[in-house]
Structures are given as structure tokens and as C-alpha cells.
């Protein structure tokens, strides 16, 4: 009958959907592992070196590799330490090379506060740049993944990777419930705010500079910031929230364009 054969066109109709929707899961999971290989030489762990400190080496965040594979991307906050000059401290970047643990001092040559976003220029070899992507075309329920150091050099120079939907786009900072909870920072942010990206994944401190990258191409769509967006957008809940923001890479390629270092 014509009602038999309308069902069973849309049972067939929503089995096509289902397998598609699974064979495209599938080919993702497959998918992620090969970008991985291309994705983690470029991403290192950013902190300073003092040569007369025990431990040498103390670490900040995360970064990666831009442009021409001797500049670094990460978060401003990340590189707000004041260094101690007086006894030959430096900014540096870490990184596992043919298994065997690296490091390159680094120098940092512009900030932007507004966007949280820090450039560093590292003195040795050329790293393995990221390829930055289109942060526009961005778009709820997306899959991406981030790869940093969530807990520092606890778990030694081997980045962690997590995989996240983009939960909403949503501004950088959202009117406070209360007088008493505004500051000078957030008021600023409302001034001028811009979207941001949250996240279904939990990120830790030392995520703070991670790659948001496409799980397809390796293409950075993101850079994850703990701290800078949390404290706007949360400044009402007492304990932080597990969401993760992250700033859009269209601000990363404003600075690059900016600020070419040579």
C-alpha cells in the first residue's frame, strides 16, 4: 500500500542517516591519529630557563609554531612572569625531538592583552609550524581536539590530546548579577567584546596556549585560554565550572600580520 511503501521509505531513509552519521564518527576516529603525527612536532611547552636555579627549568604553559617555524604562539598571561634578569633568566620553549627532550631559548616580542594572545621568537632551529585556519567559518557541534600539557612537565614532554564539540560561540564576557563583582579588567571586556569559543572538554592550567585544531586538516581554529576568558564569563560562580574557552585564530592571524617578526 502507498502508506507501507511511505514507511518504509523513511526507515530507510533514517538507516541511510544513521550509517552515515556513524561512517563519518568512524572515519573522524581514524582520521585523528594521522593528524596527530603532523599536528604534535609543532606544539611545545613554554617557560624559563635560569641556569643558576634548581630546577633550571620551570614551566608556564603551552605554545605552538607559526609562519616560519621560528615564532611561537600562546597565551599573554602565560608570559606575564616577570623574569630575573639580574641572574640570565629566559623565556624558553620544550619539546621531544627524535626522543630525545629539546629546548630553545626564546624571546618575547609582543603582547596583546586584549586577546590574551602572546608572540615568542626562538633563537635555535626552526620548529614545525601549524597551519592556521578559518575561524569564521566555526560553527556549533563542530569536533575539534587540543593537544598541550595539562599538568606541566609532571607527566615529562609528552602533549596530551583531548577531543571537544564546540558547545557554543558565545562573547568573551557577560554583564555580572551583581555590582559588587564587576572589575576593572571585566568592564574593559564588556567595552569591547568579540566571541570566543566554548568547549565540551575540560582543560587544565597548563593547557593554557594549546592548539584548537580541525581533527581533518591539523588546521588551528583556536588557541585554549584557562584563565583570561574564565574570569569574565564565570566571575559570578564561586568554583570555576569544567568549561574551556578558546580564542578564535583570527586574532592569532591579526597579530602575525601585525607584528612580523624578522
Do not use: C, W
Not at 123 to 131: M, N, P, Q, R, S
Not at 196 to 210: C, E, I, K, R
Amino acid at each position: 500500500t502507498p502508506l507501507a511503501m511511505k514507511n518504509q521509505t523513511l526507515y530507510l531513509l533514517a538507516l541511510y542517516i544513521g550509517i552515515s552519521t556513524i561512517a563519518t564518527s568512524h572515519a573522524d576516529e581514524i582520521n585523528l591519529p594521522d593528524i596527530l603525527t603532523r599536528v604534535k612536532p609543532g606544539i611545545v611547552a613554554i617557560g624559563t630557563y635560569m641556569p643558576t636555579r634548581n630546577p633550571r627549568a620551570v614551566f608556564l604553559g603551552t605554545g605552538f609554531a607559526v609562519a616560519d617555524g621560528r615564532k611561537v604562539v600562546t597565551n599573554a598571561h602565560v608570559t606575564a612572569k616577570k623574569l630575573d634578569e639580574e641572574h640570565l633568566e629566559r623565556y624558553a620553549v620544550f619539546y621531544r625531538h627524535e626522543q630525545k627532550e629539546q629546548m630553545q631559548i626564546a624571546e618575547l616580542t609582543v603582547t596583546d592583552e586584549d586577546h590574551d594572545l602572546a608572540l615568542l621568537k626562538v633563537d635555535g632551529g626552526v620548529l614545525h609550524a601549524l597551519e592556521i585556519g578559518d575561524s569564521l567559518r566555526v560553527r556549533e557541534g563542530e569536533q575539534y581536539a587540543f593537544t598541550g600539557y595539562p599538568i606541566g612537565m609532571v607527566l615529562g614532554l609528552y602533549p596530551v590530546t583531548h577531543r571537544s564539540i564546540i558547545a557554543a560561540i558565545s562573547p568573551n564576557a557577560i554583564p555580572a548579577i551583581a555590582t559588587r563583582q564587576l572589575n576593572v579588567n571585566m568592564l574593559k571586556r564588556l567595552q569591547t567584546p568579540f566571541n570566543v569559543f566554548q568547549l565540551d572538554a575540560t582543560a587544565y592550567p597548563g593547557n593554557s596556549g594549546s592548539p584548537l585544531y580541525d581533527i581533518n586538516s591539523g588546521k588551528v581554529i583556536g588557541i585554549i585560554n584557562k584563565v583570561f576568558v574564565q574570569g569574565s564569563k564565570e566571575n559570578a560562580i564561586s568554583n570555576p565550572s569544567g568549561i574551556t574557552y578558546a580564542i578564535p585564530a583570527e586574532h592569532i592571524k591579526t597579530l602575525l600580520n601585525q607584528n612580523i617578526v624578522k
